[in-house]
DNA sequence: ATGCCGTATGATATACGA
């Protein structure tokens, strides 16, 4: 057993980023990690500058502009096996096992767009068909010993608590009691551990992601937890600790999201 | 937070985020 340090940030845009990454890279060490939203393609990602930050290991699946996923590594993987999710090869998933047999899948869930009725927005129903997806993908290759993480910025704020107003954002995409019902039902789908609310039990408020719009977003903290990390059960005695980390948000041209830090022995 | 922000792009406006 040795520690492990698992990372999940979504960084809008990692060429953007580069300098918080590589600064909270050195804060935080961690041997692997996730990113989303990296909004470039391959053959412009920054590779050398995470080559430098210790990362021996990567992949990277990006495409012009938009979505954009990728995972390095201090530690040796084998690439795992990442569907066309809604038949679209939009970059939204990377899949990797580690030499321990731990799979590690890293999320891009839709945002939704701004109107949460799928007769008038097709991005609010490929996002629920995203979710659904997933249920069934997990739901097929699920097993009792089955060592699995999921982390990534799934775009759903499930709780109460995992948001600043639970009434006033009951209309709002990320937090509508529909998108709640596909997050449940990946939750069942291979009994998921939600990491972040096993280390931090609701009703206590747990944000990992505040608005740019909102001016002195620290003060106000209407913030909501976008962000996420899961485990299977034979995975839950190897979980040591959880820190959401709120200080990269407040560095200067920031991300809107905070990186999530998971320890395991692992 | 619906809002005045941020990132990207064949860009000086538009799509998208959530």
Redesign the pocket.
């Known amino acids: 057993m040795s520690n492990l340090r698992l990372v999940t940030w ?1 960084v ?6 580069l300098g918080h990454v590589e600064q909270f890279v050195k804060e935080a060490s961690p041997d692997i990690l996730c990113l989303q ?1 990296t ?3 391959d053959n ?1 990602f920054p590779l050398k500058a995470f080559e430098k930050m210790g990362f021996a290991h990567h992949v990277i699946a990006g495409q ?3 979505n954009g996923v990728a995972i390095f590594s201090k530690r040796p993987f084998t690439q795992g096996e990442a569907p066309l999710w809604c038949g679209k090869d939009d970059k939204r998933h990377l899949a990797i096992t580690l030499e321990n047999g731990v799979e590690i899948n890293n999320f ?1 869930v ?5 109107v949460p009725d799928v007769a008038v927005n097709d ?1 609010f129903a490929h996002k629920l068909d995203f979710m659904t997806e997933m249920t069934d993908w997990f739901a097929k290759r699920k097993h009792k010993d089955n060592r699995l993480i999921l982390v990534g ?1 799934l ?1 759903v ?1 499930p709780f109460e608590s995992d948001v600043w ?1 639970h009434k ?2 009951l ?4 937090h509508t009691p529909i998108e709640v019902e596909h997050m449940d039902r990946i939750y069942a789908s291979h009994d998921w551990v939600d990491v972040m609310r096993h280390f931090t039990p609701e009703p206590e408020p747990l944000f990992s ?1 505040w ?5 002195n977003w620290e003060v ?1 903290d ?1 913030g ?1 937890r ?1 962000d996420h990390v899961w485990v299977t059960p034979a995975l839950k005695p190897h979980l040591s600790a959880m820190s959401i980390h709120k200080g990269p948000r407040g560095w200067e ?5 905070a990186p999530v830090v998971v320890d395991f022995d692992l």
């Open positions: 979504n809008n845009s990692v060429r953007a980023r939203e909004k470039v393609m412009e012009k502009s938009y891009y839709p945002a939704g767009g701004d991005k910025d775009n704020a107003n006033q954002l209309k709002v995409v990320s992601w608005s740019y719009r909102s001016p106000a209407k909501r976008l041209k920031p991300s809107d999201h």
